[in-house]
């Protein structure tokens, strides 16, 4: 891959956080971490000639529809450069969460010396090509990775990640799936529902009688709102705040459910 000049320093806080998980031998990920810094640090000198400032990698569950994510700008802490791999999916073999892990190295490059995508989490021409050159494939408007070359497969085995062993043994690997759309629906005394995009959602709040009719929100997915699903005889169709009455409202199944 073609190298740009110059080496952007690594902030003390990056340096700071490293030093800690070294002491943090009671963390449950402390072995991970480890590992995945120095794997960080491999894959710097091999294929961005030990240009890129050094990150915080961060460890904890997520969306399940992502492995990990680069962070643009400073996060809550005050670090610039955090990439953030998801727990959900250790799952995986070794091989796939460095490949995940070189994967938002790339995207660190590309922010600090090359022209990102307009629209961040998606690849460009750019990205694609970088991607080819270091040994998977990218596809221009996509998020994810679509192929790992047996090169690529091979260094990450020789530094340590191979294909044939989980990095957390026995964790089920999650499949990556689309977000479940939802849309907000409301009686008139607030209690709130949020239904299946595209399906006919009729209720009747027991609080106050009132129907309920669609409101203003969109595109939620169900797991992160902290609702819970109304099942009705045919499947899922709607989940309901927490802290509403397990009686607030009376679901009436549509015939397509």
């Avoid at 710097?44 to 643009?72: E, K, M, T």
């Amino acid at each position: 891959m073609k190298q740009t000049t110059g080496v952007v320093n690594t902030e003390a806080v990056v340096d700071a956080i490293r030093g800690h998980v070294e002491q943090a031998v009671d963390w449950a990920y402390h072995d991970i971490a480890m590992r995945l810094n120095d794997l960080f640090d491999r894959l710097n000198r091999s294929f961005f000639a030990g240009r890129l400032p050094n990150a915080v990698i961060s460890i904890g569950p997520d969306l399940v529809v992502r492995y990990a994510y680069y962070r643009i700008g400073r996060d809550d802490i005050g670090a610039r450069h955090r990439i953030h791999l998801n727990s959900r999916h250790f799952g995986r073999s070794q091989s796939d969460v460095g490949v995940t892990l070189v994967h938002e190295m790339l995207h660190l490059h590309q922010h600090l010396h090359g022209k990102p995508s307009r629209r961040a989490r998606y690849h460009n021409q750019e990205f694609v090509r970088m991607a080819g050159d270091i040994g998977f494939r990218a596809r221009i408007g996509s998020g994810v990775t679509e192929d790992v070359s047996p090169r690529l497969r091979r260094k990450l085995a020789d530094m340590g990640f191979p294909e044939d062993a989980a990095l957390v043994p026995g964790l089920d690997a999650e499949a990556i799936r689309r977000p479940v759309r939802k849309v907000s629906w409301r009686c008139g005394c607030g209690q709130e529902a949020w239904v299946t995009t595209g399906i006919p959602f009729g209720a009747i709040c027991r609080s106050c009688g009132g129907r309920f009719s669609r409101g203003s929100g969109r595109g939620v997915e169900a797991r992160n709102t902290g609702l819970i699903p109304l099942v009705t005889g045919r499947g899922t169709i709607a989940w309901r705040s927490t802290g509403a009455s397990r009686k607030a409202f009376i679901g009436e199944a549509p015939s397509d459910v």
